[in-house]
């Protein structure tokens, strides 16, 4: 039987900002302000706030499923495969599936 839970982000409640960041790379405005993301078989324009080498967050309007794979297009790198790592208020997080040069 599948479970009715969407994983989004709005399950687990925050109430404390983040006191350690533990991401070992460092994030970077994006050189583009737009990506294509394809999604279920269609493309969307999306924003992209920010690129490592090995992920991004983009603003997307649809609700992906955490671990979801993705193609995204950077105007700087072509298509990259991505997964979704979290969902949470119009933005995803996407881990790529081998790191950008």
Partial sequence: MASSFIL???????SEKRTIDERTELRAPASSSTGVLEFRGRKHVVRLINVSRS???VLFPHTPNIGERLALQLLDHGVVSAQVRWVRAGRIGLSFASPRE
Wanted: aromatic share 0%; glycine share 20%; charged share 20%.
């Fill in 55 to 57: 992920g991004a967050m």
């Fill in 8 to 14: 989004d982000g709005s399950m687990i409640p925050r």
